[in-house]
């Protein structure tokens, strides 16, 4: 069964630095996201992008951030200048893009940040 | 009053029993009901997606949603060692994006 993949599994980072977390959303979808999760915390929505633009951003999702697609196949999340606060897991999930289509989520990216 | 409540749990039960899980919610807007089944380190799995009220059965897993009382449930039959996880309920109103309850823990013990 297709499934979206997330690289790395895990990144360390010290504060301050850039970090890229990078997703290949299943083939055929159309949408697709970032959501996070603090430890201990809900999963929240950070970004959907559709069409090669954002089509929608929660308020977390700030200056700090950035969304890409490179390529036909890599969706890529950049978080600039990380912050302490900025470690949890970065899931990626994919869509068909048909209304209320559930999502497929990747496995994550563990970010912890020093 | 946050959006989506879950209690956190853990529920502990042991092998075979009947699980119930349980959400609600305040945004009468929200239209389509997901559960996700988290394992520790691992993504969210899609389980169960039903819309408006009713039940929704899948095997041993069933979904019911009470658009009046603002309630959604999962209720889990014959409960497996495998299915200790945590389980998260989700919402939204159609394009939007969903809305996570902070999941419940689950442990079923053999």
């Known amino acids: 069964e297709p499934e979206v993949t997330q690289t790395p599994s895990h990144q360390v980072t010290q504060m301050g630095q850039e970090v890229i977390l990078r997703c290949v959303p299943i083939s055929n979808h159309l949408y697709f996201y970032w959501y996070r999760q603090i430890l201990g915390q809900k999963v929240e929505f950070l970004v959907s992008f559709y069409n090669n633009e954002i089509s929608e951003k929660s308020e977390i999702f700030d200056d700090q951030f950035s969304v890409e697609r490179p390529d036909g196949s890599n969706f890529t999340l950049k978080i600039r200048s990380t912050k302490l606060e900025d470690s949890a897991m970065y899931f990626c999930?994919?869509?068909?893009?048909?209304?209320?289509?559930?999502?497929?989520f990747g496995n994550g990216t563990r970010l912890t940040v020093t | 009053q946050k959006e989506v409540e879950q209690d956190p749990g853990p529920l502990s039960v042991p092998e075979g029993a009947i699980v119930s899980l349980n959400c609600t919610y305040s945004n009468s807007a929200f239209q389509y009901f997901m559960w996700y089944r988290q394992y520790s380190r691992k993504g969210p799995e899609l389980l169960m997606y039903t819309y408006s009220s009713g039940n929704k059965e899948d095997g041993r897993f069933t979904a019911q949603v009470d658009k009046s009382s603002k309630y959604i449930s999962l209720f889990i039959r014959d409960s497996q060692p495998s299915d200790s996880a945590s389980y998260l309920c989700?919402?939204?109103?159609?394009?939007?994006?969903?809305?996570f309850g902070k999941g419940t823990m689950l442990l079923v013990s053999p």
């Open positions: 989700a919402m939204n109103s159609g394009y939007s994006t969903l809305t």
């Open positions: 999930a994919s869509s068909p893009g048909l209304e209320n289509s559930p999502l497929h």
